[in-house]
């Protein structure tokens, strides 16, 4: 069987690579949508929950409305990413789930005191109900959101031709051109 002439290996070289074909799978894309969902809304379950024992700590804010507040762009961000799994989603869900965990962590570790508005939030303990659970779900949406980000962090899959140094033309080269046509100008 003869080997393929030059014209099939032209239009082979032009063959679109697809540096999101990860972010395309429909399974991995589920599975980080869902499981950053779940994450922060186990971080907005325990919020909201703990809310009401936290509204005797305020400044000009309390910090039960604090809770209810992050709650809120919690479940706001999860639904993002399951109903419009975009690089702005993922942000999204990366920085309210990463400022969740800094929070708790530096309000667990750090006696800050209170910063303009908002309460001295100190509390040294991780025995609060919820608190250790609510840290864990922060942090594996800080880990599945930058997953996703990453996994759909590339532009619009550009055409290459195989040793070309990476170019980026989607437009056939002269030498492609040439080749289909079969004889050289």
């Known amino acids: 069987m003869p080997g393929p002439d030059r014209a099939t290996r032209a239009n082979a070289a032009a063959v679109p690579l697809r540096p999101r074909a990860l972010a395309r799978s429909s399974i991995v894309s589920w599975a980080l949508r869902v499981g950053t969902a ?37 479940i706001a961000a999860g639904l993002l990413v399951l109903i419009w799994p975009r690089r702005t989603s993922w942000i999204v869900a990366l920085l309210v789930a990463a400022s969740a965990l800094a929070a708790v962590l530096v309000y667990r570790y750090i006696d800050i005191g209170s910063l303009g508005p908002f309460p001295n939030m100190y509390e040294n303990t991780w025995h609060v109900p919820g608190k250790l659970l609510s840290a864990y779900a922060e942090g594996a949406a800080v880990v599945l959101a930058g997953l996703g980000l990453l996994v759909h962090w590339g532009g619009t899959p550009a055409r290459t031709r195989a040793g070309s140094g990476g170019s980026q033309s989607s437009a056939p080269s002269r030498e492609d051109r040439i080749s289909r046509v079969g004889a050289r100008p």
Request: glycine share 14%; net charge neutral.
């Open 38 to 74: 779940a994450a922060l809304g186990i971080d907005a379950g325990v919020h909201l929950k703990n809310a009401a024992a936290y509204d005797f700590v305020k400044a000009t804010f309390t910090q039960g409305g604090l809770f209810r507040v992050e709650a809120g762009v919690a």
